[in-house]
């Protein structure tokens, strides 16, 4: 399928959702944000594959994410369909990935509280897909997103199912594992059994998401910029995690030590690791509605701390730009605080050094003439700490509101979970009973080797939230 078949502002997919911007794309198909044109113009995410490639990965994220509907954690499903050139998929739309979020912060990783409570969220949506019978097999920050709008954007959604694999039969039964398996997934996060080509299992899953864990909170993993996959898999298997998590909380050893213990035939204990990571957020007293690491800043992802009282400046004769709390806008700072104290109280303090240093050498005052004098310089006082909070107020008054809508532009991301239900339409029926779970053959299927190139080469710098740029990543 043509990168560009689909014109945003043009195309209208089955007469009803109109394209209105291309979200990413890659060698699976291309990611689409459009609005829907029956249902009061309600903005959803398309993702379309060519029906003429030889692999189609659409069937088998529409037969995941149609069972998983009802789960938390996971897009809504809202139609499917096909023609001659294309296969498609309507659902929901989310906001920004995980990888893009962390990427965005200054020192390229989150906070405790942001990490765990984002894992608990994670392991959730692992647990749904496993309670189905599917493998997810592809565990990464970029196949989790915010959500876009009200309360879902402080809900994290699990996305891009074409790697699953079904592990129970339809009478729930445990499929046995295969000799050999082939690689799954993508490098950097898949486990050291997807290295040896072994049949994956559930533990395998919390493996990748152990790997997320540490990178969230510590920014880094030891093979980062590694791009050989067999290279990778030596370093995990001679890797000292104990030494990546000596620094985290002892909770971390704890779940390693038990995911060490797991093997294709057990079921985890998902409620033992969800209390694991919960113990650490709740010995720091954190709370459920305490805002994440991006809802600290102004919109644009990065960490800035603002105050409702007058602001940390700079040193006299040094100017720089802080982000305005209420437009997001950069404001210049003229001769001001250090450390939060400022020029007029600073001078206070020397005046008063100096009285107190003469006072030394004169005779002792009236205490009537000492309670006068008193009295005048608190007036004195108030009068110069009035005068200078308004001319601070002053720095930060608002100028252009159009600064204050620059999360709009966070929703184009992940159009990634397609579910092919079928279109009432003249578009060909998806019989999802028809579906082949079975995999190919090809040891080298699904594959997704993210390279220091592809996923980390923003790391230095701040994403944009209006850049198309950062959807280019999507898998499918």
Known sequence: MSADFLVPGESVVKERWKITKKIGGGGFGEIYQGKDLFNHHDVVALKLESSQTPKQVLKMEVAVLKKLQGYDNVCNFIACGRNDVYNYVVMSLVGRNLADLRRSTPQGCFSLSTALRLTVQMLAGIKAIHTVGFLHRDIKPSNFAMGKNGAQTRKCYMLDFGLARQFLTASGELRPPRPVAGFRGTVRYASYNAHKSKELGRHDDLWSLFYMMIEFLTG?????????????????????????????????????????????????????????????????????????????????????????????????????????????????????????????????????????????????????????NKQTRRA????????????????????????????????????????????????????????????????????????????????????????????????F
């Not at 067999?230 to 030590?257: A, H, R, S, T, W």
């Not at 957020?281 to 459920?288: D, F, L, T, Y």
């Open 380 to 475: 004195e006082q108030n009068g110069k700490h009035s005068n200078y909070k308004n001319s601070q107020a002053s720095i930060y008054k608002p100028s252009d509101a159009e600064h204050i809508d620059k999360a709009d532009a966070s929703c184009t991301k992940f159009i990634n979970e397609p579910d092919m239900d079928s279109e009432q339409s003249g578009d060909h029926v998806l019989n999802l009973q028809n579906i082949e779970l079975e995999e190919a053959a090809n040891h080298d299927t699904g594959v997704r080797i993210q390279t220091d190139k592809q996923t980390d080469k923003h790391l230095d710098r701040q994403t944009p939230i209006r850049s198309k740029n950062k959807h280019k990543q999507t898998k």
């Open 220 to 372: 880094n993993l030891p093979w980062r910029k590694i791009k050989e996959k067999e290279q990778v898999g030596d370093m995990k298997m001679n890797c000292d995690m104990y030494g990546l998590i000596k620094k985290l909380p002892p909770e971390f050893k704890l779940i390693l030590d038990y995911i060490k213990t797991l093997d294709y035939y057990q079921t985890p204990n998902y409620k033992q690791i969800e209390q694991w990571c919960k113990a650490p957020i709740k010995r720091k007293h954190v709370r459920e509605s305490d805002p994440y690491d991006w809802e600290k800043g102004c919109g644009d992802g990065s960490l800035t701390t603002t105050t409702t009282t007058t602001p940390n400046l700079v040193p006299d004769g040094v100017k720089e730009k802080c982000n305005s709390p209420f437009t997001g806008s950069p404001v210049e700072l003229g001769s001001a605080e250090k450390d939060g104290v400022s020029d007029e109280k600073e001078n206070k303090r020397k005046d008063r050094r100096e009285r107190d240093a003469g006072d030394a050498h004169r005779p002792p005052m009236h205490p009537d003439s000492k309670l006068r």
